[in-house]
């Protein structure tokens, strides 16, 4: 992609009625891809524009992570003259967003039902905790990681459950709805016919679990709280060292003969308890013991080097401040800065695509509460 050149959804208009983390999220992916995204606020703004500490200028850092390429139109919808101007919005639109409490959009006049018989060709895409036949269950992302099992593995052994460190359960949600709006999209080309898309956080985590849904399937043996370490393969986790801890990811019995003769510990290949990834497996405990006993004769630097030379799966385990300013990370613009009107100049986390070996520009920071509502109703609705 020459620099300049129209992003993949250049043209495609996108009436954002999200808040918090999930919608936002979607309609950012959508917006780094090019969409016009419009986001309607009520006068008192999204809900995380209040989140915080921190701020910067007085703006949310939670809010300006999740709302760039975005601009910002301030609608009443208990009013109804918002909200004709809302529905009038929806008409012009290609996708709708929502991410309220099943039902409301329904009492407003604004729910697929009603917009797609008007205009058929819309996508509409409906993000909840536990889907639109669930409308009594509170759609937080704490509360599906619960629901859902994730902090049942997520934990250490013997330890409480524990969520994961970032709220996995708005993002895979929102990302999983962009998914299908785009799969929906590239449908409507051919049919001219809209979707009405349904994405839940309890949905979006039960489809992480994979091969740990599929051991529970075909054993009925409910997956245990493995800590760092990975519960089919070994030596696959985190091991300590002289100065600190790595990951190691031994996948194979021929990678596990190099790593053996890597720590120097050839005998270890030979050890009848660790001919097979399954015999490992069942005798982890005294496999972790005896390859920490060598791995703490060393630094983590040393070892990483020696574990390269030998072709074995390894990597540090780095805080966030190190992996923004990590090579992996800046080779590929995965921190970028850009110019707000109000916070000045802010770091924003880098687009995870690179098309025709270009990053997603940063096309507009994130907006201002009501910036664009003039401009918006005039391009969209010409008054």
């Not at 409906?126 to 629901?147: E, H, R, V």
């Not at 994979?210 to 990975?230: D, I, L, M, S």
């Amino acid at each position: 992609m020459q620099r300049g050149a129209p992003l993949p959804l250049a043209g495609i208009r996108v009436l954002d009625f999200t808040h918090a983390l999930a919608g936002p999220y979607c309609t950012m992916m959508l917006g780094d891809l090019g969409a016009d995204v419009v986001k309607i606020e009520p006068p008192t703004g999204d809900h995380s524009r209040q989140w915080g500490p921190p701020f910067i200028e007085g703006e949310s850092s939670y809010f300006l992570s999740i709302n760039r390429n975005k601009r910002s139109v301030v609608l009443d919808l208990k009013s109804p003259v918002a909200l004709a101007v809302a529905k009038g919005l929806a008409m012009a639109a290609d996708v709708v967003v929502e991410n309220f409490k099943p039902g409301t959009m329904a009492r407003l006049g604004l729910d697929a039902a009603q917009l797609q018989v008007i205009k058929p060709a819309l996508v509409y895409a409906s993000i909840s905790g536990f889907g639109q036949n669930q409308p009594t269950l509170a759609g937080y992302d704490q509360i599906a990681q619960g629901t859902s099992g994730m902090m049942s593995v997520n934990a250490a052994p013997d330890g409480p459950p524990t969520k994961v460190g970032v709220p996995i359960g708005d993002i895979t949600a929102g990302m999983f709805a962009s998914q299908a709006i785009l799969a929906a999209l590239v449908e409507r080309a051919i049919t001219g016919k809209g979707r009405l898309i349904d994405v839940a956080l309890n949905d979006s985590l039960l489809a992480l679990f994979t091969y740990q849904a599929g051991r529970y399937f075909a054993t009925g043996e409910v997956p245990k709280q493995e800590g760092n370490y990975h519960p089919t393969i070994a030596p696959y986790g985190t091991f300590a060292v002289s100065d600190g801890f790595i990951n190691v990811a031994v996948a194979t019995d021929a990678q596990f003969a190099r790593f053996c003769e890597a720590i120097r510990a050839p005998e270890l290949a030979d050890d009848a308890r660790f001919t097979t990834n399954a015999q490992r497996q069942a005798a982890r405990p005294d496999l972790v013991h005896a390859i920490e006993a060598h791995l703490k004769e060393d630094t983590r630097e040393k070892w990483l080097a020696r574990f390269e030379q030998f072709s074995i799966p390894a990597g540090p385990i780095l805080n966030i401040e190190e992996a923004f300013a990590s090579p992996l990370a800046t080779a590929r613009e995965m921190r970028v800065k850009i110019e707000h009107p109000k916070a000045g100049r802010i770091n924003q986390v880098g687009a995870p695509w690179k098309i025709d070996d270009e990053s997603s520009p940063i096309r507009m920071p994130p907006p201002l509460l009501g910036q664009h509502t003039q401009e918006v109703l005039n391009e969209w609705l010409d008054r």
